[in-house]
């Protein structure tokens, strides 16, 4: 495998996990897609070489294969009660219950929102930019602005927060 | 609480998420890649026989004309199919290069082409059934199979093998149909998510 892939991986391995957790609420096939992600970042990778922008061009090939996903497993539900694995519980078991529980309500909140919107939080939550929002999806800041906005009522509604 | 806190605060959950094992990975997608490629290889290897076969129909001596003319006609048909299932991996090849909305088209779109594909498979069923059932219509008479055990000998089998396929092949594009169906009408409610009236992302 070309090391170019093993430094993507290394790199924005925390990114694919996440995206993909966005659209499989089921370990196996969450784990099923990232190889799928995977193998399309690989055939990919030849048709971007602008270091700048790889970060959006890892994220938008993730995405696509997502919504590929989400098309091809009509039935299967979208939450989870529970996380596998997370990271070391170094604040006590309280707390990393605790931070157990808003996780899995959270990724379920996102799991529960249209695909647009989805998509949109997704990378909010990675840091990017609107403009790099915008850029990866292939829509304009304005239009970032307004999925972001009907984003957060969804997820406030969906997290039983005061809106 | 302003916007800003809920994303800050959402953000941090989000990203207490664990990660890949960047190595388990890789040994996941080798494996695959391995799959796809045997795959790739058992389709190739198909198809050389298919060709070969449909080759020697053409070539062969003291081959019946309605057997060569099957032959051609396969040739075409055969070299649709190949192509048709070629583009079913468009979607993942194309995986950079189309937004979430073009995927989803793409997609809808070749649902609607696998609709009309299996009605024209519904229809050649029926009308090669029809004709062949024709040019046999003599045959069928029960006046020529019950004082006839050579022709019942040929009958019952020709009959029984090709109705049995033509059965299982009405009831394959029936299915397929319906999965098609069900997957547009999917694609097309993701579709409405994800665009305005207007058909632009919204």
Not at chain 1, 45 to 63: G, Q
Not at chain 1, 84 to 100: I, K, M, N
């Given at each position: 495998?070309?090391q170019?892939?093993?430094?993507?991986?290394?790199?924005?391995?925390?990114?694919?996990?996440?995206?993909?957790?966005?659209?499989?609420?089921?370990a196996?096939?969450r784990?099923?897609l990232?190889?799928?992600?995977?193998?399309?970042?690989?055939?990919?990778?030849?048709?971007?070489?602008?270091?700048?922008?790889?970060?959006?061009?890892?994220?938008?090939?993730?995405?696509n294969?997502?919504?590929?996903?989400?098309?091809?497993?009509?039935?299967?539900?979208k939450?989870v009660?529970?996380?596998?694995?997370?990271?070391?519980?170094t604040?006590?078991?309280?707390?990393?219950?605790?931070?157990q529980?808003?996780?899995?309500?959270?990724?379920?909140?996102?799991?529960?929102?249209p695909?647009?919107?989805?998509?949109?939080?997704t990378?909010?939550?990675?840091?990017?930019?609107?403009?790099?929002?915008?850029?990866t999806?292939?829509?304009?800041?304005?239009?970032v602005?307004?999925?972001?906005n009907?984003?957060?009522?969804?997820?406030?509604t969906?997290?039983?927060?005061?809106? | 609480?302003?916007?800003?806190?809920d994303w800050?605060?959402?953000?941090?959950?989000?990203?207490?998420?664990?990660?890949?094992?960047?190595?388990?990975?890789?040994?996941?997608?080798?494996?695959?890649q391995?799959?796809m490629?045997?795959?790739?290889?058992?389709r190739?290897?198909?198809?050389?026989?298919?060709?070969?076969?449909?080759?020697?129909?053409?070539?062969?001596?003291g081959?019946?004309?309605?057997?060569?003319?099957?032959?051609?006609?396969?040739?075409?048909?055969?070299?649709?199919?190949?192509?048709?299932?070629?583009?079913?991996?468009?979607?993942?090849?194309?995986a950079?290069s189309?937004?979430?909305?073009?995927?989803l088209?793409?997609?809808?779109?070749?649902?609607?082409?696998?609709?009309?594909?299996?009605?024209?498979n519904?229809?050649?069923?029926?009308?090669?059934?029809?004709?062949?059932?024709?040019?046999?219509?003599?045959?069928?008479?029960?006046?020529?199979?019950?004082?006839?055990?050579?022709?019942?000998?040929?009958?019952?089998?020709?009959?029984?093998?090709?109705?049995?396929?033509?059965?299982?092949?009405l009831?394959?594009?029936?299915?397929y149909?319906?999965?098609?169906?069900?997957?547009?009408?999917?694609?097309?409610a993701?579709?409405?998510?994800?665009?305005?009236?207007?058909?632009?992302?919204?």
């Amino acid at each position: 495998m070309a090391q170019d892939l093993s430094a993507l991986l290394q790199e924005y391995g925390g990114l694919l996990a996440h995206i993909a957790s966005s659209y499989e609420a089921d370990a196996a096939l969450r784990q099923d897609l990232l190889q799928d992600i995977t193998l399309a970042l690989w055939r990919a990778i030849p048709s971007c070489r602008n270091d700048a922008s790889m970060k959006m061009f890892v994220a938008r090939v993730a995405h696509n294969r997502g919504a590929s996903h989400v098309v091809n497993r009509m039935r299967h539900p979208k939450t989870v009660d529970l996380i596998e694995e997370l990271p070391d519980a170094t604040e006590g078991p309280e707390t990393h219950t605790q931070l157990q529980q808003n996780l899995v309500r959270l990724q379920n909140a996102v799991r529960s929102l249209p695909l647009n919107l989805r998509q949109t939080v997704t990378l909010a939550f990675e840091g990017f930019s609107h403009q790099e929002i915008g850029d990866t999806l292939g829509i304009s800041a304005n239009n970032v602005d307004v999925r972001l906005n009907r984003a957060r009522k969804a997820l406030k509604t969906a997290l039983g927060e005061s809106t | 609480m302003k916007p800003a806190d809920d994303w800050n605060r959402w953000a941090q959950t989000w990203q207490q998420q664990p990660s890949i094992n960047v190595d388990q990975l890789r040994q996941q997608v080798r494996r695959k890649q391995w799959r796809m490629r045997i795959f790739i290889v058992w389709r190739v290897i198909g198809a050389i026989i298919v060709v070969t076969a449909l080759t020697r129909l053409q070539m062969a001596p003291g081959i019946p004309i309605p057997m060569r003319v099957w032959g051609g006609i396969m040739f075409p048909l055969f070299a649709l199919i190949f192509y048709m299932r070629v583009r079913q991996y468009r979607g993942i090849w194309n995986a950079a290069s189309e937004g979430t909305v073009d995927l989803l088209r793409l997609t809808a779109k070749r649902a609607r082409a696998g609709i009309r594909l299996a009605w024209t498979n519904v229809a050649a069923i029926i009308l090669i059934s029809v004709v062949s059932l024709s040019f046999a219509a003599p045959y069928l008479m029960p006046v020529r199979w019950l004082h006839d055990p050579n022709v019942r000998h040929v009958l019952a089998p020709l009959i029984a093998t090709n109705g049995a396929i033509a059965i299982a092949a009405l009831v394959i594009n029936a299915s397929y149909m319906h999965r098609q169906r069900a997957r547009l009408h999917h694609v097309e409610a993701l579709l409405a998510e994800v665009t305005d009236l207007d058909g632009h992302p919204n």
